[in-house]
């Protein structure tokens, strides 16, 4: 059954690494060396992920994997691909992928150089745990980019993972990040800049929470369905300028910086009802 899958190998196992090798254990790839900094974390990972074998960066002589995903944070890919570019063994006819929204497949250069195809592939999802991120990979948009060879290797990943492969280019990648960190990180913040105001009016967290989410949820419900422009209700789809006053006055009373933040997003919403 799995004998046409490559064989994966994982250089940094945490949230995104640990997600990922599970899907595709499941999706029938077999698992080389898992490889972490700490040896309690690379054993976590081979159970989490339910194969593999577990290995330190720091004594890493050889590393198992036909295709080799680096899930360490973005600041360490290089220096992971440095050093794996030092491990005396053939990369000719293998595949290095990251896996970083905002960094491109130059970041592997120490280890294309040594004959290996080299890409990214970023899944656009949010992984705040291994487990939590591993659920939500399926329908997940996976943004590929690297030489030929790679990007064949990623997009096959990609699908076999239950995702969608999207190409881009490498030049892009730092505001296809922007992009995503603006439809996930920003959506956060603005929501407990939310949470924030209804906690002024008295409402305890869990409360606040509560009371927002089924609001959250049917205007990402609308989004989907309409579109952002239709789905913009409110004073500013109005054009009711009174209640966009008495709103600001009352931030303001909160704090500043809610204030600035309402008004900042007004302008964009007063960009969309004018359109
Ligand atoms: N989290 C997300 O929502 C998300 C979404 C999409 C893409 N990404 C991307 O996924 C990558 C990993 O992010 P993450 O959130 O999974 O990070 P993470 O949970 O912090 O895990 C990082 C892993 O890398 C290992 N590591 C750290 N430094 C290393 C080094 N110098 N050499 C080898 N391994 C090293 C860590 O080992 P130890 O456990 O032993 O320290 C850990 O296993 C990043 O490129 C990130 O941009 C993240």
């Known amino acids: 059954m799995t004998s046409h899958r490559p064989r994966l190998g994982l250089v940094g196992a945490g949230r995104v690494g640990r997600a990922l090798g599970l899907v595709l254990r499941n999706a029938g790839y077999p698992i080389g060396s898992v490889v972490c900094r700490k040896a309690s974390s690379a054993r976590d990972a081979v159970a989490f992920i339910g194969?593999?074998?577990?290995?330190?960066?720091?004594?890493?002589?050889?590393?198992?994997?036909?295709?080799?995903?680096?899930?360490?944070?973005?600041?360490?890919?290089?220096?992971?691909?440095?050093?794996?570019?030092?491990?005396?063994?053939?990369?000719?006819?293998?595949?290095?992928?990251?896996?970083?929204?905002?960094?491109?497949?130059?970041?592997?250069?120490?280890?294309?150089?040594?004959?290996?195809?080299?890409?990214?592939?970023?899944?656009?999802?949010?992984?705040?745990?291994?487990?939590?991120?591993?659920?939500?990979i399926a329908g997940s948009t996976f943004a590929i980019e690297g030489d030929r060879a790679a990007v064949a290797v990623a997009t096959r990943l990609a699908r076999d993972a239950g995702g969608r492969p999207m190409r881009l280019r490498a030049g892009d990648k730092p505001l296809y990040h922007a992009a995503a960190v603006m439809?996930?990180?920003?959506?956060?913040?603005?929501?407990?800049?939310?949470?924030?105001?209804?906690?002024?009016?008295?409402?305890?967290?869990?409360?606040?929470?509560?009371?927002?989410?089924?609001?959250?949820?049917?205007?990402?419900?609308?989004?989907?369905?309409?579109?952002?422009?239709?789905?913009?209700?409110?004073?500013f789809a109005r054009g009711d300028e009174a209640t966009i006053e008495l709103n600001r006055a009352a931030l303001m009373a909160v704090n500043e910086a809610l204030a600035r933040l309402y008004e900042e997003l007004g302008v964009r919403s007063r960009v969309m009802a004018r359109r």
Request: aromatic share 2%; hydrophobic share 40%.
């Open 51 to 136: 194969g593999g074998t577990a290995r330190t960066i720091s004594r890493l002589r050889a590393i198992d994997g036909d295709v080799v995903i680096v899930a360490s944070p973005d600041d360490a890919i290089e220096d992971v691909a440095r050093r794996i570019a030092l491990l005396p063994e053939r990369f000719e006819g293998r595949t290095i992928l990251h896996v970083s929204g905002s960094q491109s497949s130059m970041a592997l250069a120490d280890v294309k150089r040594r004959g290996a195809s080299t890409g990214s592939c970023h899944p656009l999802q949010s992984f705040p745990t291994a487990e939590l991120g591993a659920t939500r």
């Open 183 to 235: 439809a996930s990180g920003h959506v956060a913040a603005l929501l407990d800049a939310s949470l924030e105001a209804l906690q002024a009016v008295g409402l305890r967290e869990e409360e606040a929470r509560e009371a927002i989410m089924p609001l959250v949820e049917g205007t990402v419900a609308n989004i989907r369905r309409t579109g952002t422009r239709v789905a913009l209700t409110g004073p």
